[in-house]
């Protein structure tokens, strides 16, 4: 018989003070499961990360203050987060978090998703040089700039290519240093930008790629990855991303406008907001080539149609002229 040790927490030192935060929907499955424990990943000033020990989604849940990075899977309150350290036990569940010195109750939900209004291929097709323009002038430079898996991500999104896709995915996935390596922000931007704008556009093939891509991502991050980017992946797969990644797809859809959004995006970490960007061309390029093919493929199948339908009135008009042709001669034949 062994006797397991009970994990230090919150419940054997008093919690000391009490407060609440609006958190993202994508936290509903973790806060409002049964309490879990949980420890503390990284800390910062402005951030706290922990990881639930249970095999939800997602993993991964960021106690951040108002001012930080709102992400996907953020818990945000007006104070700021207790001192913590790497290793610290914690608790989520039952509605709250608990540090050891805090207990942060959910007061409200806020959406990471919010779904995108109708925008037409022409004027997606007319913010890719704006887009293009702002990154390529901007001193803050992908992490991986020149890499030939995004490129070959970029050729196999514009081609609706899944094999080319996951191909790339699968090298990009991990690649690069940090919480949140340059190329899992890479797949994060192009994720959101296939499935938003895809579905914005009514570009039905890229949404599509945007499952089977996100699929792909999802399933391979686990254990390739760092538990934050991992998570932040999963997030991505569902379209769910950060305040200022949502700003610049609001900004290509005509929300409001695009330049001062896309400057700030890539103000973001060392290469985040640049690689995120950059993954935001991937798809928006992707986007606007297959809705330009899926209206092509429409005029295509609409002429096809029109043909049709004019040899269907020849035919119709050659048999009157023959039906017309008999009627005489059986006229003719009596007058005889």
């Known amino acids: ?53 249970a095999e939800l989604e997602p993993r991964v849940v ?23 350290a790497v290793g610290d036990e914690a608790w989520v569940g039952d509605g709250a978090v608990e540090l050891e010195r805090l207990r942060l109750r959910v007061r409200r939900w806020w959406d990471p998703a919010p779904p995108p209004g109708r925008v037409g291929p022409a004027r997606l097709a007319a913010a890719l040089p704006v887009l293009a323009g702002v990154c390529d002038r901007s001193p803050r430079r ?34 690069g240093p940090g919480l949140t390596p340059s190329g899992d922000d890479v797949l994060a931007g192009t994720l959101v930008a296939l499935r938003h704008l895809g579905t914005a556009a009514g570009a039905r093939r890229a949404v599509r790629l945007a499952d089977r891509l996100g699929a792909a991502v999802a399933f ?9 980017s991992a998570t932040l992946l999963h997030c991505a797969a569902r379209g769910q991303a950060c305040a200022e990644v949502l700003a610049v797809l609001r900004g290509l859809t005509g929300g409001w406008p695009l330049e001062p959004a896309l ?18 061309r991937i798809g928006l390029a992707a986007v606007v080539a297959l809705a330009g093919d899926g209206a092509n493929a429409a005029t295509r199948t609409r002429d096809r149609a029109n043909a049709a339908a004019r040899v269907e009135d020849g035919a119709n008009a050659a048999a009157r002229v023959e039906d017309g042709a008999n009627a005489a001669a059986r006229a003719g034949g009596r007058g005889g």
Not at 64 to 77: I, S
């Open 1 to 53: 018989m062994s006797v397991t040790a009970r994990p230090r927490g919150p419940r054997s030192s008093p919690v000391r003070a009490d407060a609440t935060g609006a958190a993202s929907a994508v936290l509903r499955p973790v806060l409002e499961a049964p309490r879990r424990p949980a420890r503390v990943l990284a800390a910062f000033p402005s951030a706290v990360y922990l990881e639930v020990r």
């Open 142 to 175: 992908p992490g991986l700039e020149g890499s030939d898996a995004a490129g070959l991500l970029a050729a196999g999104c514009a081609r609706a290519s899944p094999l080319d896709c996951v191909t790339a995915a699968e090298r990009l996935v991990g690649l």
């Open 62 to 84: 960021a106690v951040t203050t108002g001012g930080a990075v709102r992400l996907p899977n953020a818990l945000v309150t007006a104070g700021t987060p207790p001192p913590a």
């Open 220 to 228: 391979g991050a686990r254990g390739r990855t760092t538990a934050v």
């Open 263 to 280: 400057e700030r995006l890539l103000l973001l970490g060392h290469t985040s907001g640049a690689d995120l960007a950059w993954g935001l």
